[in-house]
């Protein structure tokens, strides 16, 4: 079954698939929406499981410890909460319980930054928790099933940790293959504590102190285990891909089999850097390149890594981290690579270069890999590199030099002479073409640009169709500006999650957006694109002029506030633009679209149904004709006043108080 | 939760959450939740006790609503928990070999542990009697005198003798003890060394010497501690002994 789902959910639909049994939890962006959708799965039975609500992460993870004695269970967390889970999460390695906890992985900060990078996943490495990243929302659904077959191996018995992006995977809908319960239940058998907590016939201490001696020896015992999850990983990946036809492993490598030059990653941005390897693979110029993923960051396959590398015999490995060294000689990717590398290889070690991007949720795009192999490509030519990272995105502080102007000047003194020698290859920047048909919404926080976009989604997913959304989600308060992007994708089916930030389709939920400096909606329009605009306002021609488009490009609008107000729906007006979306968009079928939204289009439904016809009829590219605009919307007024109903209950409880105390 | 609470024509909605205990389940009526039977009809509801014992200090909202949390008093005796779980068994070759297991096909379990070497393991897991799966492994410690997870196993523990640690003996006078009613102490007691002898009128309290580890704790708790009962080195527990002990 082929749903179209955030990465929060099809992590969800893992646990509920591997029959989790207990789900206590703690919520904390941007892991939320998973614990969310457990727990009102439980709540209306489709789940048959606990859930518990606890008082913070370190409780959550003491109770997801001390259910796993007994039953299946799970948690999902992030950043801080994965991070206060820590003090007892060694309680979990030490006392041999396999659960599993999925990682929405964001920053760690301080500042607080809710967006994604790997700082929390790296920062429990020590932990002895064995640790999957995956990709995309479908590896994060299938890690989760594996990871109890991993976890509860009996010859590994230990915790897992499912690592997925935060926001840029957690919150990006795709469509997700959902395998049945049945099959799952064939390929995962039920859970079998080997020392439960309540057993009548064998009662057991958990957790009861070690001196030294007895201590070391566990301490032996325990890495032994966690060293079998190796092995076991690649058997389970590899089993899975028979029953499911998705197969994993414990690494990929993806491009030359002989390359010459390597990036090494873990996790959501192996999307892009796919993109570029198939876009830059065998052109002129440009040498032999691959993309090697690490899936099984613990315990890190460091043999069969250097093997491959050895076998390949690689140049130039360049990894790109997540995270930050603090003060270590790389961040953690790029030192185990090296310390496997080098501790397998010896003299034949390949040169490594280690760069850190994609912190506090900075986009990982395609072009930043074009600059990675163009580093790799001049290392392995022998020119001089950096001993410590490289960062992505620093003007002040680039990886190859663009702008002598902007650079720092005490890191020109350092490192001047290793730039000049660092040479741009043309050969590595070629643009990547534009292939597929992107959709980018602009609307106020709070106009439900996202919910339409996700309706849209779905609706393209269920036509077979491979359709992305990434919303973007910042701090905002309802009225500010956001974004969202779509993707839909043409010709050959390579399931790509990589956006190139150049739009088919601008959709402007606010006519006030048009004209407002700093957002500039068209910039990225390509120049045969296609402008949709919600108003009432403005004409066409006139929305050129603002915008300042070219000749190739159409311009249509659609007075959606106004259909939205005749149909009582208030300000709610995104169910008329996204049926203005499919007027303009012709990669959706509009007919077969509209089963679908009969289905599932939100209450009041037939009002919102209306909306969408209306809205797809109402496009035009034509003058609208002069009418009254609406008076003040009284109902879209309140709903912007809006307060916490709760604030008038706490101030009854308090009276009431008041009243019995006389 | 999207489930309402109340329905359109303002009747109570009930719905069950599930668990994972064998026998019991839950049902939810209102803002209430009752524990019941998971074999009685599944789709009958618990009706809800119309007046909670304790009720008469109960907030009650503008809307009805039930403010504040009530406690309630439940005058049931704990019941024994019964969804208990019996922990599998591990066996070696030569184990394996001495017993007999219905539902186990011998001889390939048998070669599968020979290929397995000195680590292979047998996992039985049985339940009323039957064997409901069986698994190979090797066995993955390198140090096997530690179990896995470093659990103890309680009923493998031999009681250590901790008579060294103390430096006063403690003896129960049994004249004055009030032996099966009281039980004060053998309940207080940090290193379960107090066991219960006789029956009626004729039972008291004894200090097992070898478990005592002589930290006072059942003579300040003692029940008849004016009249003297625990005796400590033979005698009465006298100022100058709790000086030193207490500082005082
Ligand atoms: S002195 Fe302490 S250990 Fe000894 S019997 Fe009394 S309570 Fe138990
Ligand atoms: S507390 Fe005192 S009276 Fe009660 S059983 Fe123990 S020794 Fe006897």
Redesign the pocket.
Known sequence: MRLSMAGNTAAAWGFRLSRVQCYPYYPITPSTTCSEQIAAWVGNGDMDGVVINVESEHSAASAVIAAAKSVRAATATSSKGLLYMVEVLENGSGSSLPFTIFVGNRATGAPINIWGDNQDAYAVRDSGLIQIFAANAQEALDAVIQSYRIGEDLTVRQPVLVNLRGFTGTHTYEPVDVPSAADVDSFLPSYLPLEPLFSPDQPVTYNAMLAAYYYRRHKRNQTAALRNASCVTENVGRQFGEKFGRSYGKFDWIGDADADLVVALVGESFGAAETIVSHLQGRKGVGKIAVLRVRLFNPFPAQEIATRIYKANTKAVVVLDEGLPHGDVFPPLALRMAAALQAHLGTQTPRLASVIGGLGGSDIRPDHFQTLFNLAANIADGRPYRREPYWLDIDEDPILLTDEKKVDQKLWKRYGDVWKAQPILDAYHKPLPSTNYEVRIYGRAGQGAITSAVFFTGAGVEQNLWVVTKPTFGSERRGAVVHTDTLIEQGASNKTRAFTARQDLVCIYDDTILTSPTHAPTRDLKPDGTVLVNSSRYSPARIRQLLGLGPKASVFIVPASRIAHELQLGSFFNMVMLGAMHCVCPLVDFGAAMTYYEKNAPRPKEANLEAIRRGYQETTDKELPAVELPAVDARAEEYFRWRPEEESLEEEMLRSLETLRG | MDHGEHNGNGKQQSWRIPTVNRHKDFAVSGHMVFPRDKTANSECVVAPRKEPPSAAKRLVGKDGKLLGFPVFHDNRTVEEYEGLMPAPEILTLVEVARREIEGLDYAAVMNQLADLGPDGRLLLYKRDGKLLRYELFEDPRICKDIPRGAVIHNLEQKPADVSGWRVHE?VIDPKGCLGEVCTR?SR????N??HLRGVGADSFCE?DPTA????????VECARKAADCILIDGKVFDSELRAAHFGE
Not at chain 2, 188 to 191: A, G, K, L, Q, T
Not at chain 2, 212 to 219: E, Q
Request: charged fraction near 10%; aromatic fraction near 18%; proline fraction near 6%.
């Open positions: 403690f102490c207080v007691c940090p290193e060394a107090i200090i005592c580890k002589g930290c006072f704790i059942c003579w």
